[in-house]
C-alpha cells in the first residue's frame, strides 16, 4: 500500500520554500553524494575538495564556515532534556561539533534542531560546552573541515560520508567507538550500517540516518488522467505503462512528463532501476567491478529506454539540474521522480500532493533503493577524558533520546530501529532497509566518477547499455586491487 496522502498545506513562497530545500539538503541528502578525503598533500586536498563541490552541486552555498557556541539559552527550538544522559567522562570544557550545513541562528530545519539538541545535551551536562561549527558544501567548506580533522586539533566531532571515512580512519585521524558502543546499541542500529564503519576489525563512527531513494507521485497529474496510484509491489512494466499514461500536453500547451530523476556522478536517484534485476556494481567484498553483468545491463536497459523507448521523459533527462526537476512537479508537469527522502520536505511545505511509494521491482522480485548514510565520527584524541566526553555527545546526537528531547530532529529515516521519525521522513522508514548503500572505499568517489558519463551516453543514445558498463571494467579493477 502507497504511503498516505498529503493533504494541502499553506503554501509558501517558492523562495522561502528552496532556502528550507537548501537546509534538508546539506543535513540529509548530502549524505548521499560522499566527499573524498584526501591526504596530507595539498594537490590532493584540491582535488578531493573539487570532486567534493561537484557532487554536491545541487546543494551547494557560497557562506563562509561559520561557528557559535550552543547553549541552552541559545537554542532556538525548546527542548526538554529527557534523553541525553549524564556524561561519565569527567571532562569540563568546550567540544566542537562540526555539522554541514549549519548556520548559526539560522531559521532552518537543521540549524534549529542541531541547536536544540546540542542545548539538551548541555543542560544534563552543565559542565560542558559544545561549539557548532557549520561548515559549507563548496570547496572552502570541505577544505576546511578535512584539514582541520588531519591537523589534529579543533575538532571533537564531525558529520562525514561513509566513503570520506576510511582515509580518516588510515591517517588515525577518527577515534573507534568499540569501547562505547554496547550490545543494545548494536542491536538497535539496522542490520548492515554497522559493517559500512568496520576497518581491521574496529567501528570508528556512529550512523545516524539513511536517506533512501524512493518514488515521489505526483497525485493532482495521476487524478487529473484518471490513473490509480500505484500499489506496493508494483512491476517496472507497471510503472512504465503508467509512464506513458502521464505523458502528454495539456490543451494549454503544457507538456507533461510520466518521469524524470537526476543523473550525476554524486547521485544514486537512478540506482534502484539498474540494481533491480539483481546486480550490484562490485561484488560482496568490493574486490571486483559487477556491473557488467547480464542483471546491471538490463537494469540500465529500463533506464536507456525510458527516453529511448518509451518516451516518458523530458527531452534535458540526463542532464536536468534539481531546480528543474523541482518546478517541474511543483508546476505540475511531471509525474514521478525518484529522489532520496530530503526533498519531501520542500515539496510537503509548498503544498504539492503527492505519495512516497517504494521503487518498481524488477527481475529479482524485490524491493531495491539506493542511498548513502549519514555519519557522526569522533576525532582521535589522547585525552581521554576529552574523547569520552565527544563519545557521549556523538551518541545522544545519533540516538532515539535526541528525538524525544526534539521533535523533527532526524531529516532523514534514522539509522536506529528505536527512533520514529516525523512525517515526511517516516514515509521513508520502511524503504530504508531495502537501501543498496554506497560502499565505505576511498576510491568510491573515482569509480562513480568513471561510471556516471557512460550512464549518460546510454541515455543518450550515444552507447548501448552494455558498453557503458563494460567500458570501466579494468579501469574500477585497478582502483580496488590498489586499495
Known amino acids: 500500500m502507497t504511503k498516505r496522502l498529503f493533504p494541502q498545506y499553506q503554501r509558501f513562497g517558492l523562495f522561502m520554500a528552496m532556502a528550507l530545500f537548501m537546509t534538508l539538503m546539506l543535513a540529509a541528502c548530502g549524505d548521499n553524494t560522499a566527499t573524498p578525503v584526501p591526504a596530507t598533500t595539498a594537490a590532493a586536498t584540491k582535488a578531493a575538495t573539487t570532486a567534493a563541490a561537484t557532487t554536491t552541486s545541487a546543494a551547494t552555498t557560497s557562506a563562509a564556515a561559520t561557528t557559535a557556541v550552543a547553549t541552552t539559552a541559545g537554542a532556538t527550538t525548546a527542548a526538554t532534556a529527557g534523553g541525553a544522559s549524564v556524561s ?77 571515512l576510511p582515509v580518516l580512519v588510515k591517517q588515525g585521524a577518527v577515534a573507534p567507538i568499540d569501547e562505547y558502543i554496547t550490545d543494545a ?46 500499489k506496493e509491489g508494483w512491476t517496472y512494466d507497471q510503472f512504465v505503462e503508467i509512464a506513458k499514461k502521464l505523458t502528454f500536453t495539456r490543451a494549454n500547451g503544457e507538456k507533461v512528463y510520466g518521469y524524470s530523476a537526476l ?25 571486483k567491478y559487477t556491473f557488467n553483468t547480464p542483471e546491471g545491463i538490463s537494469g540500465l536497459k529500463k ?28 508546476k505540475k508537469l511531471q509525474a514521478m521522480w525518484s529522489r532520496p527522502s530530503g526533498d519531501s520536505a520542500t515539496l510537503k511545505a509548498n503544498g504539492l500532493n503527492f505519495q512516497i511509494i517504494h521503487m518498481p521491482i524488477g527481475k529479482s522480485g524485490k524491493a531495491v533503493s539506493a542511498g548513502g548514510i549519514g555519519l557522526i565520527a569522533v576525532a582521535a ?103
Do not use: C
Not at 533506464?303 to 517541474?328: M, N, R, S
Open 381 to 483: 584524541n589522547k585525552d581521554k577524558a576529552r574523547l569520552s566526553a565527544s563519545m557521549d555527545l556523538v551518541k545522544y546526537l545519533t540516538s532515539a533520546g535526541v528525538e524525544k528531547d526534539v521533535p523533527g530532529y532526524y531529516l532523514a529515516p534514522a539509522a536506529r530501529k528505536a527512533v520514529t521519525v516525523q512525517e515526511p521522513f517516516s514515509f521513508f522508514a520502511p524503504i530504508a532497509p531495502t537501501a543498496w548503500i554506497t560502499p565505505s572505499l576511498p576510491a568510491w568517489t573515482q569509480i562513480r566518477t568513471l561510471i556516471h558519463p557512460n550512464l549518460q551516453n546510454a541515455i543518450f543514445g550515444k552507447m548501448t547499455a552494455e558498453d557503458a558498463l563494460g567500458q570501466p571494467t579494468v579501469e574500477v579493477n585497478k582502483l580496488l586491487a590498489a586499495q
Open 263 to 287: 543523473v550525476d556522478p554524486g547521485l544514486v536517484d537512478t540506482w534502484p532501476f539498474i540494481l533491480s534485476d539483481g546486480a550490484r556494481p562490485l561484488s560482496a567484498d568490493n574486490t
Open 185 to 230: 546499541d548494536r542491536s538497535d542500529i539496522l542490520p548492515g550500517l554497522l559493517d559500512t564503519v568496520k576497518f581491521d576489525g574496529k567501528y570508528y563512527a556512529w550512523p545516524l540516518w539513511v536517506p533512501p531513494v524512493a518514488m515521489y507521485l505526483n497525485v493532482d497529474i495521476f487524478k487529473e488522467k484518471g490513473v490509480d496510484l500505484p
Open 88 to 164: 561519565k567522562s569527567g571532562f569540563k570544557g568546550t567540544l566542537s561539533y562540526w555539522a554541514l550545513g549549519y548556520a548559526p541562528g539560522a531559521n532552518t530545519g537543521f540549524s534549529k534542531s542541531t541547536d536544540a539538541a546540542v542545548a539538551a545535551f548541555t543542560k544534563a551536562n552543565p559542565d560542558i560546552k559544545v561549539e557548532v561549527v557549520g561548515y559549507t558544501a563548496d570547496q572552502a567548506g570541505f577544505a576546511k573541515i578535512v584539514n582541520a580533522v588531519q591537523a589534529g586539533s579543533g575538532v571533537d566531532a564531525f558529520r562525514i560520508p561513509n566513503d570520506s
Open 303 to 330: 533506464v536507456t529506454d525510458l527516453a529511448l523507448v518509451h518516451k516518458v521523459t523530458p527531452p534535458d533527462f540526463g542532464t536536468q539540474k534539481l531546480d528543474d526537476i523541482l518546478t517541474a512537479m511543483q
